[in-house]
């Protein structure tokens, strides 16, 4: 029998409502200068803070998964349900810009000027969930020439040096993606089998355009050169040493290695033992969507109530925020990997014990 005693609890305790309806203060009104919409501004920012406590709970857990060598494989469904969980917040994130936009320019006017210095650059909790995921130092936008922990104070810049020098939720995953075993398997070998297929299937095309009665010389010439070759942007996966420099001047971060894997997971998705992989990078792809998402939509809300105006925390405002939005992407080269894809018609024959192991096999004998 278990020793726990139960108890009954109010909501309002439970929840300490006491504590959290006591929090929205108004400076307009203390100032003796009500402003009707500071209630909703307070209240829009302290529920993103509530949200943004709730991600990095999930993204910390998540990352916990690939922490150790070896992957609990039904540990990737549970982190596929958890950033779907992380998606959908991100929504929610995005819809509250609605509320906020009920707000005219001139009803923020009548406070924004009690709000100095504050400033949203100041969420700490923002700043952990996108080093959490990935987003460090080397890959951001400088903030007045500053460190985007240079808001906070010595404890909060602690635990930001911490997640900086710790593995972010993409580095578990190239990890994870660089231990993929399925890329050779006996005398089947991806990165050749591919090379052949891409190819073969280039040449089919540039036959098939070359040799059409429907184009003009020059439509031919200019579909010719859009396709391409094996030397445009196949060439990270022909050659590694190409892979490896387009990584040193921080045009990709993922490794070669991490790459192919990620590339060999797209491709045979549709073989079980893929679809739950397929599915964690999709989830992720997702994620990075809806944060960029709410990253315009905040930039363009910001540009609404204040035009070209400075930030209350000394930034660029709008333009530093389209900025962002433009260049924070964490997992875009996982989106770089739709370039490579070649059509099911094209892929390379799995051989049949190869297929066994990338399947879900039942027999007689193993009931």
């Known amino acids: 029998m278990s020793d726990i005693k139960y108890s009954s609890i109010h909501y309002n305790s439970y929840l300490q409502l006491d504590k959290i309806l006591q929090t929205q203060n108004l400076r307009s009104e203390q100032l003796g200068v009500p402003a009707h919409d500071e209630m909703l501004f307070i209240i829009i920012h302290q529920v993103y803070e509530l949200w943004f406590k709730q991600i990095n709970f999930e993204l ?6 690939f922490n150790d060598q070896s992957v609990n494989e039904k540990n990737i469904g549970i982190a596929v349900d958890r950033l779907s969980r992380v998606i959908e ?68 810049t602690d635990i930001l040096q911490h997640l900086e020098n710790s593995k972010s939720l993409f580095d578990l995953i190239e990890d994870w993606l660089e231990r993929t075993p399925f890329l050779e398997f ?33 439509a031919k010439e200019m579909r010719l050169k859009m396709l391409g070759d094996t030397n445009t942007y196949f060439s990270v996966v022909m050659d590694e040493a190409e892979h490896e420099k387009k990584r040193e001047s921080g045009q990709l ?57 400075i930030g209350t925390g000394g930034s660029s405002g709008h333009e530093y925020l389209s900025m962002t939005a433009a260049k924070h992407h964490i997992f875009a080269d996982f989106h770089n990997v739709s370039t490579l894809l070649i059509p099911r018609s094209e892929l390379p024959a799995l051989p049949e014990s190869f297929k066994k192991n990338l399947g879900f096999y039942f027999s007689a004998l193993s009931m």
């Open 253 to 309: 971060r993922l490794s070669y290695k991490a790459t192919i894997a990620a590339l060999f997971i797209n491709l045979y998705k549709d073989e079980p033992i893929l679809h739950m992989p397929f599915m964690l990078l999709s989830k992720l792809v997702e994620l990075d969507d809806f944060i960029t998402t709410w990253r315009y939509r905040h930039a363009q809300m910001v540009m609404r109530m204040l035009g070209n105006k």
């Open 89 to 156: 917040i991100m929504k929610i994130l995005i819809q509250q810009i609605q509320v906020i936009e009920t707000m005219t320019p001139l009803d923020f006017l009548d406070f924004r000027n009690y709000l100095f210095p504050a400033s949203g650059f100041q969420s700490f909790q923002f700043r952990e969930m996108e080093v959490l995921l990935g987003l460090k130092e080397k890959w951001r936008t400088t903030y007045n020439g500053k460190p985007y922990h240079c808001v906070f104070s010595q404890d909060k």
């Open 186 to 218: 006996g005398e089947f070998k991806f990165v050749d089998a591919y090379r052949q297929s891409v190819h073969q299937m280039i040449e089919n095309e540039k036959s098939a355009i070359i040799n059409t009665d429907i184009l003009s010389d020059e």
């Open 60 to 65: 910390k857990s998540v990352a916990t998964f």
